[in-house]
């Protein structure tokens, strides 16, 4: 159960940027993620700020030039169910409908998504890890089935978003805020991997908050998915995750944005694939060598070999797609 | 421990109430180290409420319609003050973890799972529980359902996947199979009583159609 | 038998005829309530959430008790400091294995000891990880764990092993000082070697099942308050007298002096059939502190400490003849039941020994220790294992054949039961109607011979392919298992109190028992008022599991209300002047069948309000030992898969079941639809991960990362088939057992269906796309 803690509920983000400042303050947006770590003591938090009375973070809106801002305190159904997402941005609209389950998609928001902690066993279990503090990782030479085939190095965990992958696919940015002031950043490289740094998963500085996430204005031929490989058909976290974001003239694929959940560390992007595919109508061929690139360069650990021919087959089965959508 | 005025009428409105300030601040204040106390007089909107962990604050919350003034604690779950401070025990625990579903509850008419919320952030928030969907003795539309379609075996999910149920009627109100399939999809049952619970949702969804 | 009409187009009303005091009851023959798909007697209060549950029980003065788990494997416990824990806000007692208060014994197999194993409730030397170290009762739950998490425990961190497949090589860490060989069983009949001679086909091959969880959704735990020298506890149970039993042994006390009331209970599937170190430790709690406690497991704890489905290991051969006759099998398992004698192996062989006929088997099971927590019985106790087997190679041997696999089951239908001593007969035999009704409705014969997709391309769906796939099975038991003890009342306003001890499980156990209380009676079976078990006030029985519930009680429940109306008929023959054998009753009447115009109400009756109440007592006595009481089944199910990324959708599934007389239809579909669904978890998602090579701990100790099927990963509908085969053999309800046969053949059904699919025999549970994908693509020979 649940340690003590102070609870603030600021009624702006001021307020909440001046309390957050403070060592061991956390943040707490739909909680759904915090009140896990807390129970399991992954952390303690001396307080914890609540963000619920933060307005200025809700609510879906069109930009002017016909991009989108989403508070962050939006919930992923809010998202998901979004009938302008939907439409515009199908891939978000899948990713965040792809989260959890219904009721931790009502409550848990886009902000605590993208700044959500690892899912690694060994992370949230009783074992002081490498990103715990201790000394090293266990998944390495551990139980690592669900664990990272790319960028791992000292620290195998997978980034557990839906959603990260497929914003950054569809070039978003974060608005945030903090003691320092707003920072405008892009949701690719607002995860930081483990070589870097393995205590923290996001750029965030202490204090600063998650305020809004952007999405640039479609671009004309634009494609959107996000396609899911999971254990069980719901309330899991990803296997293998393809989120893609292509621009189409005619039949070729004039830009590319192809990332990966379930891969790394981070939202994994693929530049080989985007590569293959950028100039170039998607004939079988190419959509074949595109599959071979997406694990160019994994390194599988002793048990999660099969994520190799899994994102083969999923990138396979998404650019198929491209070609004949569903309906 | 728990005292609970049902009387529905407060003048105090929502949010933390007055008695329940350990201190409350706005941010000039913080800076200059005044009391709680010295700071009640000013204005609502520049408080944030602060409330030590260690006590116990009064904090109102609207269950099924009826509000409950109750002391709890900033780290107390929804669920544990439902059940153990209140007894509200219908709403039940499985995982505390926000994997089971047993503790679906609906706040604001939504559904989500009381043991991963605290119950200091409902404040002002309708919540409802299984016992709210009763109309006097008489069962509400999805109970009604699960009592025929036998949705149900040792029955301890069963507040949690009516109150799934309640949401997704509430926001849909005729949904397809896989509405439904995905609807429950966060409500576990071992006793595996899904296909059943598939039926009673459909059969819910008629009898509310039918105005009951 | 006779009938009463209700108004002048209605069906003809049952109503039964009473026999005389020592005359067996024949078969219903037509039923009034029996069988029909009524809801259950307490459906309003489980789905209104007014029924109290243990874990709802709330009383005066209550306080919360924690247990402090061992983190470790294998640990000896070197230093203890609870004196900081001991200040802490709320605390009441803490209580430790240097505390007099708490210094008991305990085994972790009460019931059925194979070898008596006798630890401390606080053992100084910790086995398994979440073993008991110490215990707290606090004011509130958090207060509770707060002061647990104070207490700071010094382990000496000791080798250990995890996995049974390395228990027995030599420079294995010793779970106990003996080695960790716990047992080896044999079992031989005919003679193998020639059975394999003689036959045209000898298939052998390995299988493995993951270890399994129950997971009940109610925790394990309870509310225990002292009053006086006597104790109560509220314990999620399915057998409150195995718990009256173990907790009055553990602590010292007489039997009377014990009481368990089970109240509802939240799911237990085999975990919950007796008492655990928590209610011991719920109990020295509450007397310590002079206050009622309530502690029940964190779900975390329940992984670590209430039982599993054993990991096992199996190796089968098998021999058949051209025309499908087995000729012989050999069945070697090796299993684990934890850190204690827990039969790791049990009844693992039974569907090897017993299923189809076959004269020549042999078979070695070999039990292990490994230091994880200690097995408790699951869901048809080592049979789906066993299973996975079998139905594995019997479907691999009809495809040697080239014979349908429903034929190749069909002619080596049993009719005695080849593994028991004098080889009995079956009383009812449903095997043979289960595959042939089971494969008539779900259309067998048509899916197998429709052409199936060509294996190129299949209009942008092409990388799935369906598949189908069919197995059966046999449990067991299913028939009486004695003593047991039921009274009904029949008070003077003729309304009916039921009083038994058998807990429902959710089951619908009370439903079906007013149902054949109400037939016998002729009253509805909302009207009959049923106790909840209590062994202060409800009558002995055996726990609820090993689906013995129904064929014990049922029989005992009719038995008791023939008894009731045994007393009942004279008092009103006496009354009405007629004969007592003249005498029929409805609805609260009593008639003479032969003149209409005499009748009664039982209200009415004077001789009846002398008395007060009418005790009707019925028991249950042993099945004869002649003939053996055995369900029997037969599922089937299309599945597709993905053969890309390994992702198996289950798509329709049928079973077809023998378990005698359906006596709700609803609850009866219930058990069906459950133990599918059950199935589905053991053969796609459910596993336990222990950290066998670093730390020894489990990894995946909660929902999250052990996954329970959703309802997004069962089929839409799953059909229901009672093959109702009704013979006095049975017992003169007719009723065999459901429950767990039901669990028995599901995971090979689906083993089976993404072989036709995939072409890939998937041995090792669970078929997860982490698993199918990788075979899938070594067998597409990528690189």
């Known amino acids: 159960m649940l340690a003590k803690f102070d609870y603030i509920r600021p009624n702006t983000v001021k307020e909440a940027i001046h309390f957050l400042a403070d060592e061991n303050t956390v943040a ?254 998607l004939t079988q061929e190419i959509i074949k060598s595109a599959s071979l690139a997406v694990v160019k360069g994994a390194r599988p650990l002793e048990q999660n070999g099969y994520k190799v021919p899994l994102f083969r087959s999923v990138m396979e089965e998404e650019l198929q797609s491209v070609l004949h959508p569903a309906k | 421990m728990a005292d609970s005025s049902g009387d529905g009428r407060d003048e105090r409105g929502s949010g933390l109430t007055r008695r329940g300030f350990l201190s409350s601040m706005g941010l000039g204040a913080l800076a200059a180290g005044a009391s709680g106390k010295d700071l009640l007089a000013a204005g609502e909107e520049a408080r944030s409420a602060v409330i030590k962990g260690e006590d116990a604050t009064r904090v109102d919350l609207l269950i099924n319609g009826r509000r409950h003034s109750l002391l709890i604690e900033p780290r107390w779950t929804l669920l544990y003050v439902l059940r153990e401070q209140i007894g509200f025990t219908g709403t039940k625990v499985g995982c505390e973890r926000g994997e089971c579903g047993a503790c679906t509850v609906l706040i604001n008419n939504v559904s989500r799972y009381a043991c991963l919320t605290l119950a200091i952030e409902c404040e002002g928030a309708e919540i409802v529980t299984v016992e709210g969907l009763m109309k006097g003795e008489e069962l509400g539309a999805v109970q009604q359902a699960f009592l025929e379609k036998d949705a149900f075996q040792c029955g301890y999910c069963t507040p949690g996947q009516v109150m799934a149920v309640e949401g997704l009627l509430r926001k849909k109100s005729d949904p397809s199979l896989e509405d439904i399939r995905h609807g429950v999809s966060g409500n576990l049952c071992r006793c595996g009583a899904y296909t059943h619970i598939f039926k009673a949702a459909r059969r819910a969804a008629e009898i509310k159609a039918q105005g009951r | 038998m006779a009938e009463a009409t209700r108004g002048n187009n209605a069906e003809p009303i049952p109503v039964h005829q009473t026999p005389r005091p020592g005359e067996t009851p024949r078969l219903w023959e037509k039923t009034r309530f029996v069988g029909k798909a009524l809801p259950r007697v307490d459906a309003y209060d489980r789905v209104s959430g007014t029924a109290v549950y243990p874990s709802d029980v709330r009383l005066p003065g209550m306080l919360y008790g924690a247990i402090l788990g061992c983190p470790h494997p294998n640990a000896r416990i070197k230093r203890l400091d609870t004196g900081k824990a001991k200040g802490m806000p709320g605390v009441h007692f803490l209580i430790d294995g240097t505390s007099p208060e708490a210094d008991f014994n305990w085994s972790f197999r009460q019931s059925r000891p194979p070898k008596e194993m006798s630890i401390k409730i606080f053992d100084p030397h910790c086995r398994f990880e979440g073993d008991a170290v110490a215990a707290v009762a606090a004011e509130t739950p958090y207060q509770a764990r707060d002061a647990l998490r104070a207490i700071a425990v010094e382990y000496e961190i000791l080798p250990f092993v995890s996995d049974e497949r390395t228990a027995l090589q030599p420079g294995t860490p010793g779970v106990h000082a003996g080695g960790n060989l716990v047992q080896t069983e044999k079992y031989e009949r005919g003679n193998v070697e020639k059975g394999f001679t003689e036959a045209d086909i000898v298939l052998e091959e390995s299988y493995r ?504 990963d069962v089929p839409a509908e799953i059909v229901s088939l009672p093959l109702e085969i009704l013979s006095p053999d049975v017992n003169h309800v007719g009723a065999k057992g459901l429950g767990e046969p039901v669990t028995i053949p599901t995971a090979a059904v689906i083993a089976n269906a993404v072989y036709d699919a995939t072409g890939i025999r998937v041995v090792e549970s669970p078929i997860s796309p982490m698993q199918l994908c990788g075979l899938l693509s070594k067998e597409r020979k990528e690189g």
């Open chain 3, 209 to 712: 099942t993951a270890c399994e969880l129950h997971t009940p959704m109610e925790l394990h735990g309870c509310v225990a308050a002292w009053e006086g020298d006597r104790l109560t506890l509220w314990e999620s149970s399915q057998g409150v007298f195995a718990v009256q039993s173990t907790v009055a042994a553990v602590l010292g006390l007489p039997l009377a002096k014990v009481r368990v009331i089970g109240n509802y209970m939240g799911g237990g599937f085999g975990s919950k059939l007796d008492a655990g170190k928590y209610s011991i430790i719920a109990a020295v709690l509450a007397r310590q502190t002079g206050r009622p406690v309530k502690l029940f497991l964190s779900r975390e704890e329940t992984y670590l400490s209430v039982g599993n489905r054993p990991p096992c290991n199996m190796r089968l051969k098998a021999g058949v003849k051209k025309d499908g006759t087995l000729t012989a099998m050999s069945f070697t398992v090796l299993a684990t039941g934890g850190a204690y004698p827990a039969g790791g192996t049990s009844l693992v062989d039974w569907q090897v020994r017993d299923l189809y006929t076959c004269p020549n088997v042999r078979i070695e099971s070999t039990d292990t220790y490994v230091n994880a927590g200690p097995a408790r019985a699951f869901r048809a106790p080592g049979h789906p294992q066993g299973s996975w087997a079998l139905e594995q190679m019997m479907d691999a041997l009809a495809r040697a054949l080239k014979m349908d696999p429903v034929e190749l089951r069909l002619k080596n239908v049993p009719a005695f039961s080849q593994a028991r001593e004098g080889q009995p007969p079956y009383a009812t035999t449903g095997l043979k109607q289960c595959l042939e009704e089971g494969a008539k409705a779900f259309g067998w014969k048509e899916a197998t011979q429709k052409t199936k997709p060509p294996s190129g391309k299949d209009a942008g769906k092409g990388d799935l392919r369906r598949g189908l796939g069919m197995a059966a099975g046999l449990w067991f038991v299913g028939g009486a298992n004695p003593p047991s003890t039921v009274i009904i009342r029949m008070f003077s306003d003729g309304s009916v109190n039921l009083n038994m001890g058998a807990s429902d499980l959710g089951t619908g156990t009370k439903t079906v028992m007013a149902t054949v209380a109400a037939e016998e009676l002729g009253v509805s079976p909302q009207s009959i008022q049923i106790e909840n078990a209590d062994t202060g006030t409800t009558q002995y029985t055996k726990p609820s599991g090993g689906s013995k519930t129904v064929p014990t009680e049922s029989v005992a429940v009719r038995a008791a209300a023939i008894h009731a109306k045994q007393q009942l008929l004279p008092i009103a023959a006496e009354e009405l002047k007629v004969d007592a054998g003249d005498l029929l009753m409805r609805d609260g009447i009593i008639y003479s069948k032969t003149d209409n115009s005499r009748s009664v109400k039982i209200a009415s009756l004077a001789g009846l309000k002398k008395v007060g109440v009418i005790v009707g007592i019925g028991t249950r006595d042993p099945d004869p030992p002649s003939k053996v009481v055995n369900p029997f089944a037969a599922q089937f199910c299309e599945v597709e898969v993905n053969i890309r990324t390994g992702e198996v959708n289950i798509l329709r599934f049928l079973c077809a079941h023998d378990s005698g007389r359906v006596l709700n239809r609803l609850t009866y579909d219930g058990q069906v639809i459950g133990g599918v669904t059950m199935g589905i978890g053991l053969a796609t998602t459910e596993c336990r991960i222990l950290d066998a090579k670093q730390t020894g701990k489990m990894v995946n100790r909660n929902w999250h990362d052990y996954k329970l099927p959703t309802s997004l």
């Open chain 1, 28 to 281: 707490h947006a739909g909680g759904t993620d915090l009140l896990g770590c807390l129970r399991e003591h992954i952390f303690e938090a001396k307080t914890v700020v609540s963000l619920s009375r933060l307005r200025e973070l809700q609510g879906i809106q069109k930009t002017k030039d016909g991009g989108l801002r989403i508070g962050a305190l939006t919930t992923l159904t809010e998202i998901g169910e979004d009938q302008l997402v939907r439409e515009t941005w199908p891939g978000l609209a899948r990713a965040a409908l792809e989260v959890a389950s219904p009721q931790l998609r009502n409550q848990g928001t886009i902000g605590g998504n993208l700044c959500q902690k690892p899912r690694c066993w060994y992370y949230r279990g009783e074992f002081q890890c490498l990103r715990k503090g201790g000394n090293e990782c266990f998944a390495e030479h551990g139980e690592n089935v669900l664990h990272c085939i790319f960028g791992g190095e000292n620290c195998f965990i997978v980034h557990p978003s839906d959603t990260a992958p497929a914003l950054a696919a569809l070039e978003a940015s974060v608005h945030t805020e903090g003691p320092k002031g707003q920072r405008t950043l892009p949701v690719e490289g607002f995860h930081v991997p483990p070589r870097d740094d393995f205590t923290r998963e996001t750029v965030l500085e202490p204090g600063e908050i998650v305020t809004e996430i952007v999405l640039p204005p479609p671009p004309v031929g634009l494609r959107s998915s996000y396609r899911k490989v999971r254990a069980r058909r719901s309330w899991d976290f990803a296997l293998a995750g393809v989120a893609l974001a292509i621009v189409l003239e005619g039949d070729r694929v004039s830009r590319a944005r192809v990332f990966l959940s379930g891969a790394a560390p981070v939202p994994w992007r693929s530049k080989e694939v985007e590569e293959i595919i950028t100039g170039k109508p």
